[in-house]
């Protein structure tokens, strides 16, 4: 079993807590935040010796070239995995307003990344209305062009509806590796 947490940039410090499987970090891409950020937070992941795993997200990407230079920056520190979102704005700050938009750049590929994660919704996404069609549309093109694709949910509090979720992706005949997110310990509030 694989296990992997997500911190905000204020708990990086609190990394050294961690037990040793616990691998990977997920670092979100905050909205409003400079993209160089994630890149610093992943380079003080790599410190504590986690593997970083920044979300991208589409829509709050200005330019081809912030995403460039973003790619740019973990490549330099040789971060190879990403998770790829849309994000939770319903309006674009730039060229990309999908995750499909990104993966069809053609840049990805430049910049040493081995393994993408696209987000999977058990229980809808707000945001995308046709979640399940994307999500067959980025699979396909991981198997496409050769690159490892892992499917990540959200969090939830319903392993019925997670449950009858995995089985109509692997009825879709969709075999990628699903992680299933679970909320860890929070605050009422943060709920």
């Known amino acids: ?79 190879d995995r990403i998770l790829l979102i849309g994000g939770s704005s319903l309006h674009a700050l730039g060229p990309y307003a999908s995750t499909m938009d990104l993966l069809n750049t053609g840049i990805i590929e430049d910049y ?32 496409v062009n050769k690159v490892s694709m892992r499917i990540l949910t959200q969090w939830s509090f319903n392993p019925m509806a997670i449950n009858a979720w995995i089985q109509q992706v692997r009825d879709q005949n969709i075999t990628n590796s699903i992680h299933v997110g679970i909320p860890g310990p929070t605050k009422i509030k943060t709920l």
């Not at 691998?23 to 993209?35: C, F, H, L, R, V």
């Not at 995308?128 to 699979?139: C, F, G, I, R, W």
């Open 1 to 79: 079993m694989e296990w992997s947490l997500e911190i905000l940039p204020r708990q990086i410090d609190q990394l050294e807590l961690l037990p040793q499987f616990i691998e990977e970090i997920y670092i979100p891409a905050i909205p409003g935040s400079d993209t160089k950020d994630l890149v610093l937070i992943s380079k003080a992941v790599l410190k504590y010796g986690k593997i970083p795993v920044p979300h991208i997200a589409a829509r709050n990407l200005s330019s081809e070239r912030e995403f460039s230079d973003l790619l740019k920056g973990l490549a330099k520190i040789k971060v």
């Open 112 to 143: 040493g990344i081995k393994v993408i994660d696209i987000a999977g919704h058990p229980e809808g996404n707000p945001y995308d209305p046709d979640a399940e069609l994307h999500l067959m549309q980025k699979v396909n093109w991981g198997a």
